[in-house]
């Protein structure tokens, strides 16, 4: 069952002043019709409601949802700060993200539906009546990625994962197109992919030297090695993706060091890079050393 918002949330009046013994109403969606909320996630035990909020503006008690609610907001006087309708609405332990509401607090991570139905993630806190489809500052997009499905038909410019963990991106209105290199219908996802110089194959290595301008498969942990980055061009690209359950070691040649952000990592005081379970990436040249993306 979704727990309603976070159990951290506070409420404020209009003047910022939390909202001592204020009340939350829940009632049916659409009606006021009182609906019950749960203090434990097996929904045992049901809370008073409206749920009565503490001198900081919290509620006292964990609200647990069942389904879809319309939910009222009053000041201790019965004034109406806010009704929102819907709130809630699945019953997954695993989706619990509710539309945003003004006025509740929300804290670092927690995952709300803004008023343009896309999903924001707050990104510091105390984050109050900041509205996500203008507060940059305060929230970040994210964005749910499919895995291809040969059942589902797919809009130009898509972008999909592979059961290998490679991205895709739909050239046209693609069904059935399962996405491969050469295809009509599905170029790589990754910038830059177009200008490689060998498109034909995806190489699968376990172990050995890397050669610049390809896109490999990793399938054990290596160790590999880079070219020599004097022997490239700037801009050449080495793409990158690896089994799940492998972390493959992957080494410069020669005195080259790899920088990775602000960090370079060099021969000398490290045995590699190692790429973290999952880990997709891009080694770029610059002529001179391997930067990693």
Same mark, same amino acid.
């Given at each position: 069952?979704? =727990?309603?918002? @976070?159990? /951290?949330?506070?409420?404020?009046?209009?003047?910022?002043? &939390?909202?001592?013994?204020?009340?939350?109403?829940?009632?049916?969606? @659409?009606? +006021?019709?009182?609906?019950? $909320?749960?203090?434990?996630? *097996?929904?045992?035990?049901?809370?008073?409601? !409206?749920?009565?909020? #503490?001198?900081?503006?919290?509620?006292?008690?964990?609200?647990?949802?069942?389904?879809?609610?319309?939910?009222?907001?009053?000041?201790?006087?019965?004034?109406?700060?806010? %009704?929102?309708?819907?709130?809630?609405?699945?019953?997954?332990?695993?989706?619990?993200?509710?539309?945003?509401? *003004?006025?509740?607090?929300?804290?670092?991570?927690?995952?709300?539906?803004?008023?343009? %139905? =896309?999903?924001?993630?707050?990104?510091?806190? !105390?984050?109050?009546? /900041?509205?996500?489809?203008? @507060?940059?500052?305060?929230?970040?997009?994210?964005?749910? +990625? =499919?895995?291809?499905?040969?059942?589902? $038909?797919?809009?130009?410019?898509?972008?999909? /994962?592979? $059961?290998?963990?490679?991205?895709?991106?739909?050239?046209?209105?693609?069904?059935?197109? #399962? !996405?491969?290199?050469?295809?009509?219908?599905?170029?790589?996802?990754?910038?830059?992919?177009?200008?490689?110089?060998? /498109?034909?194959?995806?190489?699968?290595?376990?172990?050995?030297?890397?050669?610049?301008? =390809?896109?490999?498969?990793?399938?054990?942990?290596? &160790?590999?090695? +880079?070219?020599?980055? *004097?022997?490239?061009? *700037?801009?050449?690209?080495?793409?990158?993706?690896?089994?799940?359950?492998?972390?493959?070691?992957?080494?410069?040649?020669?005195?080259?060091?790899?920088?990775?952000?602000? $960090?370079?990592?060099?021969?000398?005081?490290?045995?590699?890079?190692?790429?973290?379970?999952?880990?997709?990436?891009?080694?770029?040249?610059?002529?001179?050393?391997?930067?990693?993306?």
């Amino acid at each position: 069952m979704p =727990r309603y918002i @976070s159990p /951290q949330v506070q409420y404020f009046d209009s003047l910022g002043v &939390p909202l001592n013994a204020g009340k939350l109403f829940f009632y049916e969606p @659409s009606t +006021l019709v009182l609906k019950n $909320t749960y203090s434990d996630s *097996s929904l045992a035990v049901p809370n008073a409601n !409206p749920v009565i909020l #503490a001198v900081n503006g919290s509620p006292s008690v964990d609200i647990w949802l069942n389904g879809t609610y319309r939910v009222i907001l009053k000041d201790s006087l019965d004034n109406v700060i806010w %009704d929102k309708d819907p709130v809630g609405g699945d019953n997954s332990d695993r989706v619990p993200w509710t539309n945003w509401v *003004s006025g509740i607090t929300y804290d670092t991570g927690n995952v709300v539906v803004a008023s343009n %139905d =896309r999903y924001y993630v707050a990104i510091q806190e !105390p984050n109050l009546n /900041q509205d996500p489809t203008t @507060s940059p500052a305060w929230w970040s997009e994210i964005r749910l +990625l =499919r895995v291809y499905n040969a059942s589902e $038909t797919y809009p130009a410019n898509t972008v999909i /994962q592979d $059961t290998s963990g490679f991205l895709w991106r739909s050239k046209v209105l693609t069904a059935g197109a #399962a !996405p491969v290199l050469g295809s009509a219908f599905w170029e790589p996802a990754i910038d830059g992919f177009a200008a490689l110089s060998d /498109q034909s194959t995806i190489t699968n290595i376990a172990s050995g030297a890397l050669a610049k301008n =390809r896109f490999y498969r990793l399938t054990a942990a290596g &160790p590999f090695t +880079l070219p020599l980055a *004097s022997t490239t061009n *700037s801009g050449d690209k080495i793409f990158i993706v690896h089994d799940p359950d492998v972390e493959p070691v992957v080494n410069a040649s020669g005195g080259d060091v790899i920088r990775f952000g602000t $960090t370079v990592l060099s021969a000398a005081n490290y045995t590699g890079v190692v790429l973290n379970v999952g880990f997709s990436c891009i080694f770029v040249s610059n002529g001179t050393r391997w930067e990693l993306n």
